[in-house]
């Protein structure tokens, strides 16, 4: 048995366009991701590497093909059953950090463990706990609009680790920020991963950052291959 905490296979989607034409944009992509790995995704603008993503985050179903998620296999599962593995089994990451502007960057980590039964004085801890490990502990009581770009997207990532999930997703996670900041903040988010021994999908156009990672695979033509 795989000891892939991900697992794609065979994964196709296509795109309705106008009345009659259509776009596929993954053609049988393929992909094992083990826990503690930090995997690239590299590919041009409108290649695919959200659809593919939203795949393995379960946010959208795939025309053919499965998604195996510590060896089960999600695609034919009720939506009830796939949001509850997604809230338990996935952190999402994106390029805006998306951080609710009325809730302090705490709050914004507590959410989404009330969401997922955790009890407030245990949430709070850990969204405590995260926001130390990123070195911005200090800004616990501060709403976004009080901090600067790459401390929301610190917040962002500590709220994407807030249940502990297996695998982390994410998308142009530094494409908002400056060159000096985002080396900073993708060195955070390494040392996160590593840290917690999740696995890893990092979409990126940064070849210098993905150049830092595990190993790049390249979306061409619908299928992932290896750099």
Known sequence: MSDSVLELSGITKTYKKGQTGEIRVLAGADLAL???????LVAPSGAGKSTLLHMAGLLDTPDAGAVRIGGTDMTGL?????TIARRQDVGFVYQFHHLLPEFTAQENIVLPQLANGVARNTAEARASALLERVGIGARAGHRPSAMSGGEQQRVAFCRALA?????????????NLDPATADQVFGTLVDLVRATGLAALIATHNLDLAARMDRVLRLDQGKLVSD
């Open 78 to 82: 009720s939506d009830r059953r796939r």
């Open 34 to 40: 083990e826990p503690g790995e930090i995997v690239a």
């Open 163 to 175: 249940n502990a999930p297996r695998i982390l997703l994410a998308d142009e996670p530094t494409g």
